[in-house]
């Protein structure tokens, strides 16, 4: 995301819910601060994820599925703590809450038709239909052939599941279930347990610490001409240590 | 409790009937504003006046940002509460437009208006009293003549009805005033004569960095003592000391290094901040190169401040060299630096050029008063834009990001740090400041 799309993230992310309730769209909103306004380059408030939150987007099953489908792709394990521990699931519930959501900064007029990767998304889905339609259809293809809900199954078994649907081999006429996999579930998974905490996910910068990466220091000039490992720990956003 | 509280209402009531009448008898005489013989000869040069009212950064108090020209309305903080600066425009009504010269020598000089009321010193009259005849009475042209009249009348002061009195000032102006212009120094050479007349009448640079006493009163206006210029806190900020110590001071500036910043605001030591930005944006800039060489050298020729209770500085490679071996973690406020600070200051404190401030031996980060310091980290800032170096660069803004107590630590860490000895900080100063900046 470039740094504007960034910024009209985190003030949309702020403002939307009751500007949806009214209809209205945060695009037209957004103003441009003023140039002297220092304080507008202070990211909106910080929110990390909290332990017991309820989705405000998902339904029960839906929620089920989700939590499944983050516990697997990227587990607990050796490694350290996986999408779920990190609070991953409210990170996307959150993130449909969001201007990105509805695709309110996208382009979603028609013609819609199936084009080539190189020309982009080209479905007149929003992310939030993309899961709504998506786990609806994983869960009827899980419960017609295993005779479970994708949340009910064994992890093997689910990740499986994972597999053909990101293969294509499973497939709805209800859902683009590869796009759903590959655009949005594999996608959000991801940058719930690598963003900021702010967001909701990564709690307390166990993924970056799980690949040593310091945060947002923005600099490290001093540093790249030595050999010796980085030394210190990660900051985020908001100036948190860890 | 009731008789008592009435009893005390007679006796404050009696005290003022009684020091209002010696008021109003100092008040019936205005005093004369020694404005040579020649005056009424000599004809007043309004363009140069315009230049005058540059030196003298007349804007800075009398323009509104957005505001009409010149026609008052700026809030000045005194510890009773805000004044505002008065309309200066040739509007007869509410500016000076029915003003006598002598009237305005009177005004600049003696803080008395034609009425014979006073002026609260928020007008620095004691640094203008040094102004020469000629350049008030040019002055006087630019203002009456080059200047469009406003009709915006003057604001009442946000000090309790009570304190308004103003012929207390009176015996103030007895007590602090000095009624004499600039003696200029023959042997010291025509550059710094000019610079000590600019710095201490026109420029009025010690109405904000020379401390102030007890009646809130400069200590000095004439370099007469060790303290003028010697650094201040006033409005929420801590003008730095100008003198030559070479910690908190400019010692280790050359007078072309003082004269860059007083150009551009900018200079390989340091940045101006605050409101000094708005003195160069709107005064030093457009001053001609020699008045600016000749503040510097005049400013340079200013000896050490006393140095107990200062900080110092000598430069050391300590800093750095424990963040490189990843021993931070002992000091505090040293992992906040590396988080949001380092980027551009840089772990040696460096900074870069004309760009990101040097923090070690910064007259700011050292002063006496850690407001600034505080200030910028809370606030941050935005460099003036100037002619000869129009970027505005800024510093984000801290205090969203850290509370009280984080940016004590901080700031204590730049304070003492890369050979920076400076007192720490504390969390109450940090309170302090954050509490003016709303």
Redesign the interface.
Same mark, same amino acid.
């Given at each position: 995301m470039s740094d504007t799309n960034r910024r009209a993230f985190l003030k949309g992310s702020v403002i939307l819910p009751p500007l949806a309730a009214l209809g209205v769209s945060s695009a037209s909103s957004q103003q441009t601060p003023a140039?002297?306004e220092?304080?507008a380059?202070?990211p909106a408030a910080a929110t990390p994820a909290a332990d017991d939150y309820k989705p405000t987007y998902f339904t029960a099953p839906e929620w089920a599925f989700v939590q499944a489908a983050c516990a697997r792709l990227i587990p607990n394990d050796a490694n350290g703590p996986g999408a779920l521990e990190l609070g991953v699931p409210q990170f996307i519930d959150r993130q449909m809450g969001t201007p990105y959501g509805d695709a309110a900064n996208w382009f979603m007029q028609g013609p819609f038709f199936e084009g080539a990767p190189e020309f982009g998304y080209q479905s007149q889905l929003t992310p939030k239909q993309q899961y709504r339609l998506g786990i609806k259809a994983i869960d009827a293809w899980c419960a017609k052939n295993l005779g479970r809900t994708f949340a009910a199954l064994k992890p093997e078994q689910q990740d499986d599941v994972l597999k053909k649907v990101e293969a294509g081999t499973i497939k709805s006429d209800e859902a683009p279930l590869k796009t759903f996999f590959s655009g949005f579930l594999l996608k959000n998974v991801m940058e719930g347990f690598f963003g900021d905490p702010m967001y909701g996910g990564n709690k307390n910068m166990a993924a970056w610490k799980l690949i040593g990466h310091p945060g947002? %220091?923005?600099?490290f000039?001093?540093w790249v001409d %030595?050999p010796a490992l980085y030394?210190?720990g990660p900051?985020d956003l908001?100036?948190r240590?860890a | 409790m009731r008789l008592a509280a009435q009893s005390w209402l007679i006796v404050i009531l009696a005290l003022i009937a009684a020091v209002a009448a010696f008021g109003l008898a100092i008040n019936r005489n205005l005093p004369d504003p020694h404005l040579g013989p020649a005056m009424a000869k000599r004809a007043p040069n309004p363009s140069r006046g315009a230049y005058i009212a540059t030196l003298g950064d007349c804007a800075a108090c009398h323009t509104t940002p957005g505001g009409a020209a010149l026609a008052g309305g700026v809030p000045l903080a005194t510890p009773l509460g805000s004044v505002y600066s008065t309309n200066i425009t040739p509007d007869r009504e509410h500016g000076i437009g029915a003003y006598s010269f002598t009237d305005f020598a009177r005004v600049m000089r003696q803080g008395v208006r034609p009425d014979g009321a006073r002026l609260y010193p928020a007008m620095p009259y004691t640094a203008y009293a040094k102004v020469s005849d000629e350049d008030l009475q040019d002055l006087f042209a630019y203002l009456t003549q080059k200047v469009a009249a406003a009709p915006a009348p003057d604001r009442v002061p946000g000090i309790p009805w009570l304190l308004r009195v103003r012929w207390p000032l009176a015996l103030w102006n007895k007590a602090f005033l000095q009624d004499a212009r600039f003696a200029p120094e023959p042997a010291k050479g025509a550059a710094w004569n000019r610079g000590a007349y600019l710095v201490q009448g026109l420029a009025h640079c010690g109405t904000c960095h020379t401390p102030r006493g007890l009646g809130f009163q400069e200590i000095s206006v004439d370099g007469g003592s060790a303290f003028y210029l010697s650094g201040a806190r006033l409005a929420g900020e801590s003008p730095v000391n100008l003198r030559g110590n070479a910690g908190d001071g400019l010692g280790r500036w050359s007078a072309d290094e003082i004269a860059e910043l007083l150009a551009t605001g900018r200079s390989p030591h340091a940045a101006v901040l605050g409101q000094m930005g708005e003195v160069v944006a709107q005064s030093t800039q457009f001053m001609t190169p020699d008045d600016r060489s000749a503040i510097a050298a005049y400013l340079k020729s200013l000896p050490p401040a006393p140095e107990e209770g200062r900080a110092t500085y000598a430069p050391s490679g300590a800093t750095?060299a424990a963040?490189?071996a990843?021993r931070?973690s002992t000091v505090p406020g040293a992992?906040?630096f590396?988080?949001?600070c380092?980027?551009?200051h840089?772990?040696?404190g460096e900074g870069e050029g004309r760009s990101f401030p040097h923090l070690g031996g910064s007259p700011t980060v050292l002063a006496q008063h850690p407001d600034s310091l505080i200030r910028v980290i809370l606030?941050?800032?935005?460099l003036p834009a100037t002619e000869a170096a129009p970027s505005?660069l800024?510093?984000?803004?801290?205090g969203?990001?850290?509370d009280d107590q984080?940016v004590a630590a901080l700031a204590s860490f730049v304070r003492q740090s890369w050979g920076n000895n400076a007192a720490a900080v504390s969390a109450e100063d940090v309170e302090r400041v954050r509490k003016g900046l709303r």
């Open positions: 140039v002297d220092l304080a380059s202070a947002a %220091r923005a600099d000039m001093e %030595r030394p210190y900051v908001h100036g240590q | 750095l963040f490189m990843g931070e992992r906040m590396m988080d949001s380092a980027a551009c840089r772990l040696s606030k941050g800032a935005r505005r800024a510093m984000p803004p801290f969203w990001r850290y984080q």
